[in-house]
């Protein structure tokens, strides 16, 4: 493990494996670094992969006030660590956290790679609910961070209660509840971009470098829909469709997103 310290004097950790041009990895909601193990295993055969902990988890510090432009510094102090440019991919919200990173610092972002970024753009899923943050805050500022996971799993991913309680007896649960203070952090990542309505057409409009919007073959409508208005909005995108796959395949097939990130930040 080595450590960088950001803008704001918080401690970020990362692993750095491999040689050649640096790739950053931007987890998803509540993920650590250790999700991103095999992937960055793979990518390490061709490139320098810098896999880090997100600011509140794993072995990163937090100082308050939260703000998304913080995560953006951590992620300019890991490229300025890296040699002052990389390429970045981004899973899920990370995927989002990534596009704000390349739209912020765009003279150090060479390329980038988003898997799912989860935006509701229309009717094809329910829009989260304009006080959604404020449940969530409300339930961590009375420690109840089993309930505040239970509102995040149900409302913002849908998963069946069935499951959720099934996911209360699994081991993943109590690591999970100890990062459950950064899901006000996944909201405002997010923004007003989960509410049916079309994404901002100028939001992102100085992240002109190459970037690829991936979504699994498998996955939900409201991906695929979000994707393609992604795609649309950003000077130079396109969006891919990887055939079975689906929004897990980060971690379930990290093969098969090692292989098109590779192709894509090598072409």
Not at 79 to 102: N, Q, R
């Amino acid at each position: 493990m080595r450590t960088v310290i950001s803008k704001d004097g918080t401690t970020i950790a990362f692993d750095r494996t491999g040689t050649g041009p640096a790739v950053i990895l931007v987890d998803s909601a509540l993920a650590d670094r250790s999700v991103c193990v095999k992937l960055a295993k793979l990518l390490a055969e061709e490139f320098t992969v810098i896999n880090y902990d997100r600011r509140g988890r794993g072995e990163s510090s937090d100082i308050q006030p939260y703000a998304v432009e913080r995560e953006v510094e951590d992620i300019e102090a890991l490229v300025d660590k890296a040699g002052g440019s990389a390429f970045i991919f981004g899973s899920s919200s990370g995927a989002v956290l990534a596009l704000e990173a390349a739209s912020k610092l765009p003279a150090k972002i060479k390329k980038q790679v988003l898997y799912e970024p989860p935006f509701i753009v229309d009717d094809s899923r329910p829009p989260m609910p304009a006080d959604f943050v404020e449940q969530v805050k409300e339930l961590l500022a009375r420690d109840k961070r089993s309930d505040a996971l239970k509102l995040f799993f149900s409302s913002a991913m849908g998963i069946p209660g069935i499951f959720i309680t099934i996911m209360r007896l699994m081991p993943s649960w109590s690591k999970s509840k100890s990062v459950a203070h950064t899901l006000p952090y996944y909201l405002m990542v997010m923004g007003d971009n989960q509410r049916g309505k079309p994404l901002p057409a100028s939001r992102w409009v100085t992240a002109t470098m190459p970037t690829l919007v991936l979504t699994g073959g498998k996955s939900e409508a409201f991906f695929h829909t979000g994707g393609d208005a992604l795609a649309k909005v950003l000077p130079n995108a396109q969006h891919r469709i990887l055939k079975d796959q689906h929004h897990g395949s980060v971690v379930m097939s990290p093969n098969v997103v090692a292989s098109e990130i590779t192709q894509f930040f090598k072409a």
